[in-house]
């Protein structure tokens, strides 16, 4: 069965500080793709790897194969970043989806 | 943004009446799936479809159908809702040949 773990579950951050969430994954895949939902509810894709590093503006993605583990890191964070940020392991066009990470960035 | 629209937005209705929730997506993607969210869940697959009139199962698709009958159009069914199947319903769709999927607003759905 696939399993996909993120933690922390909640993360709180004053404004300017780096964040990182992780995510572990139990299988091969083809893809990992990381997601952003606001309050009010809707879904966003961040990313989407299968190897190495992508960047977009103050967000930075990574992952590592052969550990089966993703993080996204988040620089300089703002108030604008808290949502859940949610990562998805894909087999094919399928989606498994770990639980969320809360993110809460105070000014 | 991706061209995906769902209706409606937020439903009430009660225990074992029908409801069919509606996805519309204009980017003329192959692929589409229906996703429910729940508290300490997250987000598991219904159903997904693959093509006009293919569809397959996904982890949590027992009372529910789907149906496609045009590519811009995939329908989730509740035959018979219950309780349980209080939830926010998301729609989305790929492009098999970037696999990066596209969500659509949501449905807020309530059984009482």
């Known amino acids: 069965k696939n399993e996909v773990e993120q933690s922390p579950q909640n993360l709180t951050a004053q404004e300017g500080e780096f964040i990182t969430i992780n995510c572990s994954y139990s299988?091969?895949?083809?893809?990992l793709h990381w997601l952003q939902q606001h309050p009010g509810g809707g879904i966003v894709s961040l990313f989407m790897l299968s190897s190495g590093k992508k960047k977009h503006g103050r967000l930075i993605a990574t992952i590592n194969i052969q550990e089966k583990h993703s993080s996204l890191h988040i620089t300089a964070s703002h108030p604008r970043d808290s949502a859940v940020y949610i990562c998805?392991?894909?087999?094919?066009?399928?989606?498994?989806f770990g639980g969320g990470t809360r993110v809460l960035v105070k000014p | 943004d991706a061209g995906i629209t769902q209706s409606p937005r937020h439903k009430v209705t009660e225990t074992g009446t029908p409801v069919t929730l509606r996805c519309h997506q204009t980017e003329n993607h192959r692929y589409m799936y229906w996703y429910r969210q729940d508290p300490g869940h997250g987000l598991r697959l219904i159903h997904y479809s693959y093509g006009v009139k293919d569809t397959d199962k996904g982890e949590v698709s027992d009372g529910y159908s789907v149906s496609r009958s045009k590519t811009e159009d995939f329908l989730l069914t509740l035959e018979s809702a219950t309780s349980s199947q209080t939830s926010v319903y998301f729609c989305?769709?790929?492009?098999?040949?970037?696999?990066?999927?596209?969500f659509g607003p949501g449905t807020r759905l309530t059984v009482t």
């Open positions: 989305a769709i790929s492009d098999p040949s970037t696999y990066e999927q596209y």
């Open positions: 998805a392991e894909a087999a094919g066009n399928k989606l498994t």
């Open positions: 299988v091969g895949i083809s893809a």
